[in-house]
């Protein structure tokens, strides 16, 4: 299994990366921004983001948006 391309920017994603390994689970794919709007929300608030919120996201060209987020 390869995983060059799974991000490792912390000690926590060393371990996860090195037990999908050991386990031979190949890592999801990287989720849409409409998905992800929705699960930081629910991860976070516990409700799911406002229409306004959504659009304001979504049409928000900056790369960096997730970490923004």
Avoid: H, W
Avoid at 40 to 45: A, E, G, Q, S
């Amino acid at each position: 299994m390869n995983l060059s391309g799974f991000p490792q920017k912390n000690d926590i994603d060393k371990f996860i990366s090195e037990k999908l390994v050991e386990n031979g689970v190949n890592p999801s794919r990287t989720c849409t921004d409409d998905e992800y709007i929705r699960r930081v929300y629910l991860d976070l608030l516990g409700c799911i983001p406002s229409t306004f919120a959504v659009k304001a996201f979504l049409s928000d060209g900056n790369p960096k948006k997730r970490e923004a987020l």
